[in-house]
T-cell receptor
Framework: SQTIHQWPATLVQPVGSPLSLECTVE??????LYWYRQAAGRGLQLLFY??????ISSEVPQNLSASRPQDRQFILSSKKLLLSDSGFYLC??????????FGSGTRLTVV | DAKTTQPTSMDCAEGRAANLPCNHS???????VYWYRQIHSQGPQYIIH???NNETNEMASLIITEDRKSSTLILPHATLRDTAVYYC?????????????FGQGTTLQVKP
């Protein structure tokens, strides 16, 4: 069966520090992968998506970047975190024509 | 992808049916209606999707009007655990990117 792993569950980072969030998918091949962010009390915002290794599309220009070094691995990064980067980060995957499966999320607090 | 309009919030009594409406008047012929829900502090959960026929699964029923400009998600016997934000999304089934764009959704409060 397919599973999605996302870690860490919670993270507290100082302003200006780097960030690396990792998401891996098991049990499927060549999935579409997505990073979403949800600020406190707000809706889900699509940040990045990838349809294949090395293929990244950015939805919102910002302080973050994404990479897909392997078929089932999706990484969200930042060189220097801002206070506004705080939020609930969710990774998701889908195969063409199917529903999305979301990870359990990482709650990031930038202090 | 077509935009959707949902009420901001709704209440429902426990054990009763919860009917959540969604307007998608600009939906295209190749676009499906998807419903997801997000329970507090969790990732969104897929509920159901459909094109033009009514659909039912173990979680809910989806009723799509004949002109496909609106739909209703029905939770037949709401429980307290169904309290969540419900998102109605339309997107092309064959979309290569498969981007799922979330609106503000409907906050459903199930009350005892």
């Amino acid at each position: 069966s397919q599973t999605i792993h996302q870690w860490p569950a919670t993270l507290v980072q100082p302003v200006g520090s780097p960030l690396s969030l990792e998401c891996t998918v098991e049990g499927t091949s060549n999935p579409n992968l997505y990073w979403y962010r949800q600020a406190a009390g707000r809706g889900l915002q699509l940040l990045f998506y990838s349809v294949g290794i090395g293929q990244i599309s950015s939805e919102v220009p910002q302080n973050l970047s994404a990479s897909r070094p392997q078929d089932r691995q999706f990484i969200l990064s930042s060189k220097k975190l801002l206070l506004s980067d705080s939020g609930f980060y969710l990774c998701a995957w889908t195969l063409k024509g199917q529903g999305y499966t979301f990870g359990s999320g990482t709650r990031l607090t930038v202090v | 992808d077509a935009k959707t309009t949902q009420p901001t919030s709704m209440d429902c009594a426990e054990g009763r049916a919860a009917n959540l409406p969604c307007n998608h008047s600009t939906i295209s012929g190749n676009e499906y209606v998807y419903w997801y829900r997000q329970i507090h502090s969790q990732g969104p959960q897929y509920i159901i999707h459909g094109l033009k026929n009514n659909e039912t699964n173990e979680m809910a029923s989806l009723i799509i009007t004949e002109d496909r400009k609106s739909s209703t998600l029905i939770l037949p016997h709401a429980t307290l655990r169904d309290t969540a934000v419900y998102y109605c999304i339309v997107r092309a089934f064959s979309s290569n990117t498969g981007k799922l764009i979330f609106g503000q959704g409907t906050t459903l409060q199930v009350k005892p």
